[in-house]
């Protein structure tokens, strides 16, 4: 079998020599001989092995993406096959959430003037749900409203009505509150609803690419697999 030095297999990726007998010892490739003076000896199959590793990084992850390779190459390809079922899992979740919070958006009431603001007893019955319920979500950081320095009562500014508005489409939708917070951090970072709903064709972007990367990084596995297998 044709014999490779690591850096005729690092060109090919951009990487250093260093990085490929890093990624040996750390069982992303299949170990590999030495010459009497102690060089390592690569073959076109350590070559195959990187590709696959490489080609895995995009979907999975440079952590996952090493461990798929490590128990592919330990001989323990259910494990690989795991691992990859969650991340499929993962992107899955990742599409009902987007959706979630497009739902979320459309079904979103007109929001009050400006200058409207209101308090804990009429936004409640506007939700159709208990003060307690806001109160809740207050806690776990969902809404913020200000206090009335003179009162003491809770304040809602129209933003805050959207916020608890989308809370409470997200928690219809079955999304629990620490799923929501950072959904509702995204809107509040974007400056409202509107940024948002432009970044969602981002987001959307994102996941249809991991999407092909996925079936890209499967097709260099089972390539990999089947010469090892042979």
């Known amino acids: 079998m044709r014999q490779l030095r690591p850096i005729d297999l690092a060109r090919e990726h951009g990487l250093s020599a260093q990085a490929v007998r890093n990624y040996e010892d750390m069982g992303i490739l299949p170990h590999t001989g030495r010459t009497p003076t102690g060089y390592r000896v690569y073959t076109p199959l350590h070559a195959q092995a990187l590709r696959t590793f490489i080609a895995l990084i995009p ?8 461990a798929i390779m490590r128990a592919v190459n330990a001989g323990k ?9 969650e991340s499929h899992a993962q992107l899955l979740d990742d599409r009902r959430t987007l959706t979630a919070v497009e739902n979320a958006l459309r079904d979103l009431a007109p929001p009050p003037p400006e200058h409207g603001h209101t308090h804990i007893g009429p936004l409640a ?14 806690h776990a950081g ?51 609803v509107e940024p948002l709903e432009a970044a969602l064709a981002g987001w959307h972007d994102r996941l249809s690419a991991r999407g092909l990367a996925m079936l890209a990084g499967a097709a260099a596995l089972h390539a990999y697999l089947s010469e090892i297998g042979g």
């Not at 979907?59 to 090493?66: D, R």
């Not at 259910?78 to 079922?85: H, N, T, V, Y």
């Not at 019955?125 to 979500?137: E, F, N």
């Open 77 to 85: 390809p259910e494990e690989a096959l795991r691992l990859i079922d």
């Open 59 to 66: 979907s999975h992850g440079h952590h996952v993406g090493a």
């Open 142 to 192: 969902l809404i913020r409203p200000r206090r009335d320095p003179r009162t003491g009562y809770r304040v809602y500014a129209p933003a805050d009505v959207r916020d608890a508005q989308l809370a409470h489409q997200l928690r219809r939708g079955g999304y629990l509150l620490e799923q929501i917070a950072p959904l509702l951090d995204q809107v509040r970072t974007a400056g409202g």
């Open 125 to 138: 019955r506007r939700l159709g749900i208990r003060p307690a319920t806001l109160r809740k979500w207050e």
